[in-house]
């Protein structure tokens, strides 16, 4: 049981250049979870889903895109890349009862 | 709108003395409240909630209060060992399943 995983760890982007963060949990939860910490700002929620197929936007979804197509996984998009959104991404998840989110390890993700 | 505001920033203590982080939050229909422990390159992980059924709840060194009519709820942690140093974060739930963070508190306990 793996628990909530992200891919990748690391990652380095320039300025305008696209990718997908993957995050996926085997716990067969329902509510998956997209936040971004920087310092002194705490953890602000990105994007979040309440069941596969769906999303819906958090407290700073601008720049982003968010996918819900399998229930165990929650794809984070950057379109266009900026300096701004470098940042450590955490996804997390929790299901029906438990209210606990279970945060993966996080994704630091540096736009030069 | 949604918003949780957490105080100190930073907080230095004696090892053997107490720690108190205090957090407040903007909508009276929230109802659970969790804190959360995040040691440097580290995930966060939940240490202890407190749902608003309930005033006080206790885990060995560590206790939250909460004042629903003030729309405020504390961590307070007894006894503070050098491992208890990391970063801690009080959220609010906003509608179900969805949590709003505060900005984090910096504990430091020195030897």
């Known amino acids: 049981n793996a628990g909530v995983t992200q891919t990748p760890k690391f990652r380095v982007l320039k300025t305008g250049q696209s990718m997908t963060l993957l995050c996926a949990q085997d716990m067969n939860h329902e509510y998956m979870y997209w936040y971004r910490q920087d310092p002194g700002m705490g953890l602000r929620l990105i994007h979040y889903s309440v069941g596969e197929g769906t999303t819906a936007k958090g407290e700073v979804p601008d720049g982003y895109n968010v996918s819900r197509l399998k229930k165990q996984n929650f794809l984070l998009g950057l379109e266009s890349a900026a300096p701004s959104q470098t940042s450590v991404y955490f996804c997390a998840s929790t299901t029906t009862g438990i209210n606990e989110q279970f945060f993966g390890p996080g994704t630091r993700l540096t736009v030069l | 709108g949604e918003n949780v505001e957490q105080h100190p920033s930073t907080l230095s203590v004696q090892e053997g003395d107490s720690a108190v982080i205090k957090c407040t939050y903007s909508?009276?229909?929230?109802?659970?409240f969790p804190w959360y422990k995040q040691e440097l390159g580290k995930r966060p992980q939940l240490i202890i909630d407190i749902r608003s059924n309930v005033g006080e709840k206790k885990d060995q060194r560590i206790a939250v209060t909460l004042n629903k009519t003030a729309k405020h709820f504390s961590l307070h942690i007894t006894e503070t060992q050098p491992e208890d140093s990391a970063v801690y974060f009080c959220a609010a739930d906003f509608s179900s399943y969805k949590l709003i963070f505060g900005s984090g508190t910096r504990l430091l306990v020195r030897p």
């Open positions: 909508d009276s229909a929230s109802n659970y």
